[in-house]
């Protein structure tokens, strides 16, 4: 197994995908900092320093996780418990953490749950780069739509979502919850399909090829940005939806 994993490592899997895929990949990480801010943005009061603080931690998250890649930092294989693992660990605690504050939950009950919706968008173009990267040899092929991974379905009702279920003319909160449901559980199933495709428990009897992109810059940030703050927005939604009057909203 070690030896296999090795030779994964020396090989460089990413060098020969194609510039458009790390371009692409790279305006959906983008564009989930820039729907970030807008969130924050919109909130009333006169000292709303959430879009600076906001911005300024995914600045500094992206920069760290982006050095640390570019070093080779997460294909130390032998290192237990995986640093992929840990660092992703780290940001579900701080996502989980802003719901135990009054000030951080006050915030999350502002941002306009439309924004929180239509964010979900992006799902679309990352399940095309992970259809480009099974192509190109660097992810299995049970993490794309051509295998058992259908969470490009949460992108495309994203729209109708946010204009029919959460919109300012239509608003219908049940469907809104069994939405997000049914979306997290698409989430949770690629999650838990690229988990078990990294070379750490890859099966060769399930998937032919490993899950290994997202070990190198710039696939790194799918597990360690993109998909958190996915999850996130989720979160949040489910928040408003549950825990938050009508008349507060």
Request: some cysteine; aromatic content about 16%; hydrophobic content about 55%.
């Amino acid at each position: 197994m070690k030896e296999f994993i090795y030779c994964w490592k020396d090989l460089e899997p990413i060098s020969h995908i194609p510039s458009y895929v790390s371009l692409t990949f790279i305006a959906c990480v983008l564009t989930c900092v820039g729907f970030l801010y807008y969130a924050t943005n919109t909130l009333s009061g006169e000292k709303n320093n959430a879009p600076v603080i906001t911005t300024t931690f995914v600045a500094i998250w992206l920069f760290i996780i982006t050095i640390l890649s570019l070093q080779g930092f997460f294909l130390d294989f032998d290192f237990r418990p995986p640093k992929l693992f840990i660092f992703l660990g780290i940001l579900m605690l701080i996502i989980i953490g802003l719901f135990a504050f009054p000030r951080t939950r006050a915030i999350i009950a502002q941002m306009p749950i439309t924004t929180l919706t239509y964010l979900h968008i992006v799902r679309v173009p990352v399940e095309i780069v992970l259809w480009w990267l099974f192509i190109h040899g660097a992810v299995a092929e049970s993490m794309t739509f051509q295998g058992v991974n259908y969470d490009i379905l949460s992108g495309i009702s994203a729209p109708f979502a946010g204009l029919f279920l959460v919109g300012m003319k239509s608003k219908s909160k049940l469907a809104a919850i069994i939405w997000n449901v049914l979306t997290l559980g698409l989430l949770v199933n690629i999650v838990s399909r690229a988990i078990q495709a990294t070379p750490y428990f890859h099966n060769p009897l399930m998937d032919a090829q490993p899950n290994i992109a997202v070990f190198y810059f710039p696939y790194v940030l799918l597990p360690l940005f993109v998909v958190p703050v996915v999850f996130f927005c989720h979160i949040a939604s489910f928040y408003q939806l549950i825990f938050i009057k009508e008349e507060e909203e």
